[in-house]
Nanobody
Framework: QVQLVESGGGLVQAGGSLRLSCAAS????????MGWFRQAPGKEREFVAG???????????DYADSVKGRFTISRDNAKNTVYLQMNSLKPEDTAVYYC????????????????????WGQGTQATVSS
């Protein structure tokens, strides 16, 4: 059974940090690209960051312009886990954050439509107060 379980959300003041984790099971994690998306109330779900599948130390990471320089995506294939380190958080980062997996060898994760992702987690709420 495929599972993606996010954790690490919470309430933080503007300028603070959160580290989200997504534990995967039930599929060959190493061969999937992993993405983080978010959805704020009344808004559409949007791409935040993506990490390509990785062969050894070679991989590619993509970020939405709104989070470049503040967020970092990483993965640990030994633990079947993908992370999103979020620094310098802003109130506009408040959203439910979802991780997702897509079976692809693509390097540019940011151009893959969300509908092409194969698996999704249930989401974790991150709230940034001003």
């Amino acid at each position: 059974q495929v599972q993606l379980v996010e954790s690490g959300g919470g309430l933080v003041q503007a300028g603070g940090s959160l580290r989200l984790s997504c534990a995967a099971s039930g599929f060959d994690f190493r061969t999937y690209g992993m993405g983080w998306f978010r959805q704020a109330p009344g808004k559409e779900r949007e791409f935040v960051a993506g990490h390509s599948w990785s062969a050894g130390s070679l991989y590619y990471a993509d970020y939405a312009d709104s989070v470049k320089g503040r967020f970092t995506i990483s993965r640990d294939n030994a633990k079947n886990t993908v992370y999103l380190q979020m620094n310098s958080l802003k109130p506009e980062d408040t959203a439910v954050y979802y991780c997702a997996a897509v079976r692809t060898r693509a390097q540019a994760m940011g151009v893959i439509p969300s509908m092409q992702y194969d698996y999704w987690g249930q989401g974790t709420q991150a709230t940034v107060s001003s």
